[in-house]
């Protein structure tokens, strides 16, 4: 190694034993728990989704349709809309007798629910609530 260098380097060491020692760091912060409210909540509704959860949906589609529907929008995927416009089977493309047919064929796959009357609301068998007087 060249003079010169050795000299540099050996200016390093001797400044770094004479250097002061820096401050102690601040203690750190606890450690955060696992387990945060958030987590708690979660758990707490999967539970009780678990127990009730069935129903309960059965219970709000019977009597609070609207609420309902929003939960559904909700469940679906942002795009989703923009996915039905985009479609090859948009509704704007299609003819009256095309939809016509969809519709046969929807209300032929729904009938034996709508029927039977099984676990479906009167919104979906077609029948409205009685008003409140």
Excluded at 103 to 126: K, M, Q, T, W
């Amino acid at each position: 190694m060249p003079k010169a260098r050795r000299k540099a380097a050996g200016a390093r060491t001797a400044n770094a034993k004479t250097a002061k020692p820096e401050p102690a760091a601040a203690p750190a912060r606890p450690k955060r728990p696992k387990k945060t409210l958030g987590d708690d909540f979660a758990a707490a509704l999967r539970a009780d989704f678990r127990a009730h959860g069935a129903g309960v949906i059965a219970a709000v589609r019977a009597e609070k349709p609207d609420q309902y529907l929003k939960v559904v929008l909700t469940m679906l995927p942002k795009d989703f809309s923009e996915s039905l416009d985009a479609s090859e089977n948009s509704l704007d493309r299609l003819s009256d007798e095309e939809i016509r047919s969809r519709i046969r064929g929807l209300e032929a796959s729904l009938r034996p629910f709508l029927d039977s009357g099984a676990d479906v609301s009167g919104a979906a068998r077609g029948t409205r609530p009685k008003a409140a007087p």
